[in-house]
């Protein structure tokens, strides 16, 4: 009798065995597509970086050439 309960805890082991590799196996799964999170996160940051000097620089265009408007049209009101 004791030989059954041996084999019935032998048996519990390795099934409990091999659940921790399963999971330890979803474990690095989980970490490498949480690396490639991260990685887009810092992508996505830079090119937000990127487009908002971007959208800077273009807000800066445009007011320097509505200045220069403003200045051509005041030119021909004073012609006028």
């Known amino acids: 009798m004791s030989f059954e309960v041996f084999e019935k805890l032998e048996t519990k082991v390795q ?4 659940k921790i590799k399963l999971f330890q196996m979803e474990v690095n799964e989980l970490k490498e597509k949480n690396n490639i999170l991260y990685q887009e996160v810092a992508s996505a ?4 970086g ?3 000097h971007e959208n800077e620089n273009l807000k800066q265009e445009q007011y320097a050439w509505q ?7 005041g030119r021909m009101e004073d012609v006028q």
């Open 15 to 18: 099934q409990a065995i091999e």
């Open 50 to 52: 990127t487009v908002t």
């Open 45 to 48: 940051k830079e090119k937000h």
């Open 67 to 73: 200045e220069r408007l403003r200045g051509l049209l």
